[in-house]
């Protein structure tokens, strides 16, 4: 996977300077076009490759989404002395047509959904194995449920496409509900197909329980608690019970060391073979994560993302069996503190923090490395079993099954050494309030900084009162810029508004 070459298709206009319209059939010899590029079974192999290669652009998986997912949660902001990104992160929305922090997001999901519709529209009708189609299919189907499944908690109501599109279509605006179903029917129909597990040569495609954990979270977002549960019972009595599992070491989540590994779901594989290739339309294009270059401390990165220091107070508040504390804490953050807690000197250097000073240690480098760039090879664990079991906890919960609930949220505990849920906090009981309270902890600690908390806040309908984002704001202060039935969603590019009548901006904006 991580030598997936690519395929931008696009028809070629041609120059002509002669007024003999015979010489508009010129066909140039050395570019396809796209009624001559689907033909066989290597062109639908591109074909799906282009789609993974989406994950490598910045308004995706490479640089921006984590400004939209960990940066405006309560757990990150920004000090950027780049004053209009550092703005989108505090919820003060003034140009929406804002490259880096907007547009390019926006634009990347829907270029991505084009590539899956192309696969999708044009494969059928390729002459080729008829098991390697379907699993093509599926995986089209899978990422294109993927996207709108951002679409859905970023932008909450946007056009949904499904068929190749052209610059004069004018898609209407849909809801946010017609979203959600539209991801299910997606990642149920790749469900279908997809296997268990891939071989080794194609380790990190989606997989049957990728497309079970999305659609679980897909109805936690809409509270349809049932249907989570019989999603997420795939991992625990059902077809993947058994093949996922913990792995002994946090840390291995969050290297290049051990990628893939037991506890690994569903990850976006990034690779430094392509160093300095860019990130445009050609062969050599970067297939690296510019996270840690963005996120690293001053005169390593550019900090342009930081974690917010309440974080490393709640892992302190609890140690573990040994008296210790917990180790998670020395994987998760960076901070002024580290090496006095853990006696780790981050890039062999000694920093001169203020008390209220933290970065995200996950997917950094300093591991091996003194210096980051915008090459990291460190894959991204966008789905991990910890979470799984997280959420799984979650959903008994909310179904009244709090008592059975604990065994999942103590398998994660007990990874880091943690006391029994039960032992350490006697006081929940199985009282359902009190069990999500302290699960909206454990998710931060096991979590934070994998782009799930953003989520989690919307899930939970802690940005839905003033009341709930006051509390909120009391250990991130940017929150007192958010406002109630606004805030919750991004706005849609103004150009895309201007230039679709069919498209409104959001009410709120």
Not at 78 to 91: G, Q
Not at 123 to 138: N, R, S
Not at 331 to 357: C, M, N, V
Not at 395 to 419: F, I, K, P, S
């Amino acid at each position: 996977m991580k030598n997936l070459k690519y395929i931008f298709l696009v028809v070629v206009g041609l120059t002509l300077y002669s007024c003999d319209e015979d010489l508009l059939d010129v066909k140039n010899p050395n570019t396809l076009t796209e009624d001559q590029f689907w033909a066989s079974a290597e062109d639908a192999r591109l074909g799906v490759n282009a789609i993974y290669a989406m994950q490598y652009k910045p308004g995706l998986w490479s640089r921006w989404i984590y400004f939209r997912y960990d940066l405006t949660s309560d757990i990150g902001y920004s000090k950027s002395p780049w004053i209009e990104l550092a703005d989108w992160t505090r919820f003060q929305y003034i140009n929406y047509n804002f490259w880096e922090g907007q547009v390019q997001t926006w634009r990347d999901h829907y270029k991505a959904i084009y590539r899956c519709n192309q696969v999708l529209a044009n494969v059928p009708d390729i002459d080729m194995d008829e098991t390697e189609k379907q699993l093509i299919l599926a995986q089209a189907k899978f990422f294109r449920g993927f996207y709108y499944f951002n679409i859905a908690n970023l932008w909450e109501d946007a056009p949904i496409v499904l068929e190749p599109s052209s610059p004069e279509d004018l898609p209407e605006k849909r809801t946010q509900a017609e979203i959600w179903e539209q991801v299910v029917t997606d990642m149920t129909e790749a469900l279908a197909v997809l296997p268990p597990s891939w071989d080794d040569a194609n380790v990190g495609r989606p997989t049957k329980g990728a497309a079970q954990a999305f659609i679980a979270k897909t109805y936690m977002q809409q509270h349809m608690w049932n249907d989570a549960k019989t999603a997420l019972d795939y991992f625990f009595t059902g077809e993947g019970s058994g093949l996922y599992s913990l792995v002994p070491n946090f840390k291995d989540n969050f290297t290049h060391l051990n990628e893939n590994n037991a506890e690994s779901v569903f990850e976006i594989q990034f690779s430094d073979a392509n160093f300095g290739g860019g990130d445009g339309e050609v062969p050599n294009a970067s297939m690296g994560n510019n996270r840690a270059q963005f996120f690293a401390p001053g005169g390593i990165g550019w900090s342009d993302g930081q974690l917010r220091h309440w974080v490393v107070d709640e892992f302190k508040k609890e140690l573990d069996q040994d008296g210790n504390l917990d180790e998670r804490l020395r994987h998760s953050a960076i901070y002024s503190e580290l090496e006095a807690d853990f006696g780790d000197k981050t890039y062999g250097r000694d920093w001169q923090w203020g008390p209220d000073d933290a970065y995200f240690r996950k997917y950094q480098r300093d591991y091996y490395r003194d210096n980051e760039d915008y090459f990291s090879q460190v894959n991204l664990r966008l789905i991990r079993y910890a979470d799984i079991l997280l959420l799984y906890a979650e959903v008994l919960n909310e179904l009244g099954n709090t008592a059975q609930a604990y065994q999942y949220v103590d398998e994660v505990r007990a990874r880091a050494n943690m006391l029994p849920l039960a032992t350490a906090y006697p006081a929940i009981g199985v009282d359902q309030d009190l069990f999500l309270e302290r699960l909206k902890v454990e998710r931060v600690l096991e979590l934070c900084g994998e782009s799930t908390r953003w989520m989690d806040l919307k899930r939970w309908g802690d940005l839905n009162t003033q009341a709930r984002v006051d509390a909120i704001a009391l250990r991130d202060p940017d929150f007192n810029n958010f406002v109630v039935g606004k805030s919750h969603r991004l706005p849609i590019p103004q150009v895309d508004v201007e230039n679709n009548p069919n498209l409104d901006q959001h009410a709120e904006y």
